[in-house]
T-cell receptor
Framework: GQNIDQPTEMTATEGAIVQINCTYQ??????LFWYQQHAGEAPTFLSY??LDGLEEKGRFSSFLSRSKGYSYLLLKELQMKDSASYLC??????????WGAGTKLIIKP | IAGITQAPTSQILAAGRRMTLRCTQD?????MYWYRQDLGLGLRLIHY???????GKGEVPDGYSVSRANTDDFPLTLASAVPSQTSVYFC????????????FGPGTRLTVL
């Protein structure tokens, strides 16, 4: 079967750095997305990785290793507004998007 | 309208009733999607449409139907609602298909009693 694993919840301190991991076992791979979802709101796009390596976008970076079936989202200089759920989603060989359950990130002052 | 809208925002429905959730986008995106989101589970795709006039089944299509008469609108119908369909429903759109960034509507919170 197809599976996306993310930690259920993480806690970090304002101003710090946090890494949210995502491992996947899917039938093929055509890209990996990260979305942010604030409580009670819609998901919004953060990043898309299709090649191995690190993609940096401001305070957020996303890393992909296709051989390891692994990605992480790195958030730097954490702000209170970063408290949200972070969703990992993989595009499989049939171009279907498989979603993880999301990681709830709690930021403490 | 700017982006993607859904209606209603929330609804309480008696089991057995028919219900249509509305979704409209003004971005001229070809592809549209319906997801349900339940606590502890990832987003699950119900139905999708790659272009006006075509639809496809997602992971959990049973009990739901969709139509895509034009580019902008993608309604989701529950023919006879059951309590297990209690969920938050998100509509999304993307320019051409699954490889593109998806833009989500604000969601409809549906409770079936």
């Amino acid at each position: 079967g197809q599976n996306i694993d993310q930690p259920t919840e993480m806690t970090a301190t304002e101003g710090a750095i946090v890494q949210i991991n995502c491992t996947y076992q899917t039938s093929g791979f055509n890209g990996l997305f990260w979305y942010q979802q604030h409580a009670g709101e819609a998901p919004t796009f953060l990043s898309y990785n299709v090649l191995d390596g690190l993609e940096e976008k401001g305070r957020f970076s996303s890393f992909l290793s296709r051989s390891k079936g692994y990605s992480y989202l790195l958030l730097k200089e954490l702000q209170m507004k970063d408290s949200a759920s972070y969703l990992c989603a993989v595009l499989d060989s049939n171009y279907q998007l498989i979603w993880g359950a999301g990681t709830k990130l709690i930021i403490k002052p | 309208i700017a982006g993607i809208t859904q209606a209603p925002t929330s609804q309480i429905l008696a089991a057995g009733r028919r219900m249509t959730l509305r979704c409209t986008q003004d971005m001229r995106h070809n592809a549209m999607y319906w997801y349900r989101q339940d606590l502890g589970l990832g987003l699950r795709l119900i139905h999708y449409s790659n272009t006006a006039g075509t639809t496809g089944k997602g992971e959990v299509p049973d009990g739901y139907s969709v139509s895509r008469a034009n580019t902008d609108d993608f309604p989701l119908t529950l023919a006879s609602a059951v309590p297990s369909q209690t969920s938050v429903y998100f509509c999304a759109s993307s320019l051409t298909g699954f490889t593109d960034t998806q833009y989500f509507g604000p969601g409809t919170r549906l409770t079936v009693l």
